[in-house]
């Protein structure tokens, strides 16, 4: 399970040239062939089960194939090994990356207003990457208290969807509309009831999103028939009902999908290095391996934010 680290290198194979054992690393969550593609591919990740080369990254060691263009190197100073900036580097990893791109789908410029749907640990980097590209607001969309104060501390503007409509409380406060709406939930949205409802967030973006703006969706869309690892898989739809009429009048674009981190990596690691991003802020808890299914729990039940799994 799990594709998320940053590491030391133990070993290497003989093709391997760009990389010595001692090596400070990045493992991104994705892994290529090893070859230069001339067109887009299907990404292979760690620990998604898939049979493979691939494992999870949760464990003492990973083993990861064609480590010249799959690891990203961590800029060597005094301070490399300073927990904070360990951690802050492990989200290059995915997460990082991934809220970084949800901006960028959406059509982002400086000094637009952003509507971040979802405060978990992607939906608040993401509203930290908004703020730190210069958006002139950010609001951030959740019904968990700890999610939200977490993001009002980074200077967003907290939105509880369970009180009231999410829409109708942005709009009091920008009545064209937001320039920019990134879905961070994706098919596990919830109404606010709290109840499963996939195409809520859509329906919002839509119709939140203002006339010539842009929408991304990086919230995960995985419909997949039951299985030991996923037996609620058929709750979970392929399609949903889409405001296309809505969304054609108000001129509307619309990018989604999963991200590579590998070719953000060079500039967010340079934004740590530089002391410029610190996106380790979203951490709640940092545990050893054996505690991890009591900490799976916790988080299910939204106890906890982002966890953080060091091994000594």
């Known amino acids: 399970m799990g594709h998320e680290a940053v ?45 493979g080369l691939i494992d999870g990254l949760q464990a003492e060691y990973a083993r990861v194939p064609f480590a010249d263009s799959n690891l990203i190197p961590i800029p060597i100073t005094a301070n490399t090994t300073n927990v904070t900036l360990e951690q802050d580097y492990l989200h290059v990893s995915d997460i990082f990356c991934t809220a970084w791109s949800a901006l960028d789908f959406s059509g982002f410029e400086p000094g637009d207003t952003v509507a971040v749907f979802g405060a978990g640990p ?26 939200l104060e977490r993001a009002a501390s980074i200077g ?12 109708e409380q942005i709009l009091a406060l920008e009545p064209n509309g937001v320039l ?24 919002q973006m839509v119709a939140l999103t203002h006339i010539g703006g842009g929408i991304g969706q990086v919230g995960v869309w995985m419909a997949q028939e039951d299985s030991p690892g996923a037996p609620l898989g ?15 009048s108000k001129r509307l674009r619309f990018q989604a999908g999963p991200v590579d981190p590998k070719g953000l990596a060079p500039h967010l690691v340079n934004l740590i290095h530089t002391g ?14 054996e505690d ?21």
């Open 7 to 51: 590491g030391y290198i133990q070993e290497i194979g003989s093709a391997v040239s760009a990389f010595e054992v001692g090596d400070y690393v990045i493992i991104p969550d994705t892994a290529n062939h090893g070859q230069i593609q001339m067109e887009p591919e299907a990404l292979e990740y760690f620990g998604n089960g898939a049979a």
């Open 122 to 147: 992607v939906g608040l980097l993401a509203a930290y990457s908004a703020l730190l590209r210069g958006a002139s607001k950010v609001y951030s969309v959740d019904h968990v208290a700890m999610r």
């Open 156 to 167: 967003a503007i907290p939105i509880n969807f369970a009180e009231s409509d999410p829409v």
């Open 180 to 203: 920019r709406s990134v879905d961070c939930v994706g098919m596990e949205a919830l109404n606010p009831e709290l109840q499963h409802q996939q195409d809520i967030i859509v329906q």
């Open 234 to 248: 058929h709750l979970m739809s392929p399609s949903l009902d889409f405001p296309l009429s809505d969304f054609f």
């Open 276 to 289: 410029q991003a610190r996106p380790s802020f979203i951490e709640s808890a940092t545990i050893d391996i």
């Open 292 to 312: 991890v299914p009591a900490y799976y729990q916790r988080f299910n039940r939204t106890e906890e934010l982002k966890v953080y799994i060091r091994f000594e």
